[in-house]
């Protein structure tokens, strides 16, 4: 129990000040949604309204730094924290904490609830990050589009909406080094074709070629800017009949290619594509001479999906010569560790490595037991991400530039919908517990019926350019790709 104490309260939606008595100390919390409680946020986060669930009575917070406090009154146990006066308190708390309490107005009187904190971190995060909303269907989707969302505020934009194009899919989308100025993306069915868009240049890309076994599909930027690591991927769904996992996304085959973004050619290396192996998700080393990807035994597929485990590889890539190394290192030996790796991705700093791992398979975003894992890269020491895991899906995870912060896809609400988590790496590579993408309304993961899919870090925000890039992908014939031989 907590001692008796005496606290001015201001009652906001009244407009007048209130010196409340405390007459209990309670040491457990209420239930708060989101669940905010000792999570490490950066010093511009929008404010993390949350509700406070079975509210018998009134209720206040006080949100306070060592220099700064201020009090919120609810609104049926909703808080919604004024964005000025919380913009102050993370300055004033920037590498340091801010305390949270929450006091009921009961029958007995006013009751104080044990404090929590959270911590703001002396490091930045990018601006904006940039995601997909897509109706969480298996088979049919009507509206879909690629957003940014300031993460300051609850400002979103979108970049592109499928209704530009008859609603036809687009995916896949990729940035250069976190750098809003030089994206890609995929479209699929409807004009279909890769569009690059660098500045204010916008390019569409036919890249299926007689040697590839299909148009280019999973994408990693090289640092340079001068090529883009594509996995291409004959893909199947099915649907389980029992099983935790509703579905199961798998490849019949599957390769590693590099595009050379001036020359307009693919090049790859019998390291990267053969028959015997299955090759997906690559993703480039920030000095560029490094190219990791997942390769796995190839299986007869459906009927050995379970079979399938990713490794996680690594070989030389030369960009002056577009050659590769004649050596592949094993990260991670799917054979001996017993399970199986998906996307690799490394820190911009270099240091770490951060991956998903499952019990087989390549598509874990339907693998109800996918976690996040991370390898020092000096040291060749893997870990799982304990606090940023959750008992239900983790995936599909990126860094911010200064390797500071993840953002991640994950179903632990529900286990239906995905939605974005960040959290904070230490500098021994450890995650500090993971925060939902504040949103204005408290209850709005509730109500809003759309996966988050590919969430990335971007610097700043994303010049719209969806107008000129629907008349390049409805009436440009494309640019074809050719296979380097």
């Given at each position: 129990?907590?001692?008796?104490?005496?606290?001015?309260?201001?009652?906001?939606?009244?407009?007048?000040?209130?010196?409340?008595?405390?007459?209990?100390?309670?040491?457990?919390?209420?239930?708060?949604?989101?669940?905010?409680?000792?999570?490490?946020?950066?010093?511009?986060?929008?404010?993390?309204?949350?509700?406070?669930?079975?509210?018998?009575?009134?209720?206040?917070?006080?949100?306070?730094?060592?220099?700064?406090?201020?009090?919120?009154?609810?609104?049926?146990?909703?808080?919604?924290?004024?964005?000025?006066?919380?913009?102050?308190?993370?300055?004033?708390?920037?590498?340091?904490?801010?305390?949270?309490?929450?006091?009921?107005?009961?029958?007995?009187?006013?009751?104080?609830?044990?404090?929590?904190?959270?911590?703001?971190?002396?490091?930045?995060?990018?601006?904006?990050?940039?995601?997909?909303?897509?109706?969480?269907?298996?088979?049919?989707?009507?509206?879909?589009?690629?957003?940014?969302?300031?993460?300051?505020?609850?400002?979103?934009?979108?970049?592109?909406?499928?209704?530009?194009?008859?609603?036809?899919?687009?995916?896949?989308?990729?940035?250069?080094?976190?750098?809003?100025?030089?994206?890609?993306?995929?479209?699929?069915?409807?004009?279909?074709?890769?569009?690059?868009?660098?500045?204010?240049?916008?390019?569409?890309?036919?890249?299926?070629?007689?040697?590839?076994?299909?148009?280019?599909?999973?994408?990693?930027?090289?640092?340079?800017?001068?090529?883009?690591?594509?996995?291409?991927?004959?893909?199947?769904?099915?649907?389980?009949?029992?099983?935790?996992?509703?579905?199961?996304?798998?490849?019949?085959?599957?390769?590693?290619?590099?595009?050379?973004?001036?020359?307009?050619?693919?090049?790859?290396?019998?390291?990267?594509?053969?028959?015997?192996?299955?090759?997906?998700?690559?993703?480039?080393?920030?000095?560029?001479?490094?190219?990791?990807?997942?390769?796995?035994?190839?299986?007869?597929?459906?009927?050995?999906?379970?079979?399938?485990?990713?490794?996680?590889?690594?070989?030389?890539?030369?960009?002056?010569?577009?050659?590769?190394?004649?050596?592949?290192?094993?990260?991670?030996?799917?054979?001996?560790?017993?399970?199986?790796?998906?996307?690799?991705?490394?820190?911009?700093?270099?240091?770490?490595?951060?991956?998903?791992?499952?019990?087989?398979?390549?598509?874990?975003?339907?693998?109800?037991?996918?976690?996040?894992?991370?390898?020092?890269?000096?040291?060749?020491?893997?870990?799982?991400?304990?606090?940023?895991?959750?008992?239900?899906?983790?995936?599909?995870?990126?860094?911010?530039?200064?390797?500071?912060?993840?953002?991640?896809?994950?179903?632990?609400?529900?286990?239906?919908?995905?939605?974005?988590?960040?959290?904070?790496?230490?500098?021994?590579?450890?995650?500090?517990?993971?925060?939902?993408?504040p949103q204005k309304s408290?209850?709005?993961?509730?109500?809003?019926?759309k996966s988050y899919n590919?969430?990335?870090?971007?610097?700043?925000?994303?010049?719209?350019?969806?107008?000129?890039?629907?008349?390049?992908?409805?009436?440009?014939?494309?640019?074809?790709?050719?296979?380097?031989?």
């Open positions: 129990m907590y001692k008796s104490l005496c606290i001015v309260l201001s009652s906001l939606l009244v407009g007048c000040t209130e010196t409340v008595t405390v007459s209990k100390q309670l040491a457990e919390l209420p239930v708060i949604v989101p669940d905010y409680k000792e999570v490490t946020i950066p010093a511009a986060i929008a404010p993390l309204n949350f509700e406070v669930k079975e509210a018998k009575g009134d209720v206040q917070v006080r949100f306070a730094s060592a220099t700064d406090s201020f009090e919120v009154a609810a609104n049926k146990g909703r808080i919604e924290i004024p964005s000025g006066k919380w913009e102050a308190l993370l300055a004033s708390a920037t590498g340091k904490s801010i305390t949270v309490r929450v006091f009921e107005k009961q029958s007995e009187g006013w009751v104080g609830y044990a404090p929590y904190t959270m911590q703001v971190a002396p490091e930045p995060i990018d601006p904006y990050i940039v995601y997909r909303l897509i109706e969480p269907g298996y088979e049919l989707w009507n509206k879909m589009g690629i957003y940014q969302r300031e993460l300051a505020t609850y400002s979103e934009s979108a970049i592109y909406e499928n209704k530009m194009t008859d609603n036809n899919c687009v995916n896949c989308h990729s940035f250069c080094m976190q750098n809003p100025d030089k994206m890609l993306f995929h479209m699929r069915a409807t004009y279909p074709g890769t569009m690059i868009v660098d500045g204010g240049k916008i390019e569409k890309l036919n890249t299926k070629t007689p040697e590839t076994i299909s148009p280019l599909v999973y994408p990693s930027w090289h640092p340079s800017g001068k090529y883009v690591a594509f996995s291409v991927n004959k893909t199947q769904q099915s649907f389980h009949s029992n099983s935790r996992n509703r579905i199961e996304v798998y490849d019949l085959e599957s390769d590693v290619v590099v595009y050379d973004v001036e020359k307009h050619e693919i090049v790859t290396s019998s390291r990267l594509s053969g028959r015997d192996a299955f090759e997906t998700f690559p993703t480039f080393s920030p000095d560029g001479k490094s190219l990791y990807y997942c390769s796995a035994e190839a299986k007869e597929m459906p009927a050995s999906f379970e079979e399938v485990k990713y490794s996680l590889c690594r070989v030389d890539f030369d960009p002056e010569s577009r050659s590769f190394g004649g050596q592949t290192d094993t990260l991670y030996n799917a054979a001996v560790n017993g399970k199986s790796v998906s996307f690799p991705r490394v820190s911009p700093d270099g240091k770490y490595l951060l991956y998903t791992l499952a019990s087989f398979g390549n598509f874990s975003i339907w693998h109800a037991d996918a976690d996040l894992y991370m390898v020092n890269l000096q040291t060749g020491v893997h870990e799982p991400l304990t606090e940023a895991n959750s008992p239900d899906v983790e995936s599909y995870h990126s860094w911010s530039s200064n390797s500071k912060w993840i953002v991640f896809s994950s179903r632990r609400m529900d286990g239906l919908y995905t939605r974005p988590y960040i959290a904070y790496i230490d500098a021994q590579g450890k995650a500090s517990k993971p925060f939902v993408l408290a209850d709005f993961y509730l109500d809003f019926m590919i969430p990335e870090f971007v610097t700043g925000k994303v010049k719209q350019q969806s107008r000129e890039i629907a008349l390049h992908a409805k009436n440009d014939k494309g640019t074809d790709v050719k296979f380097s031989k």
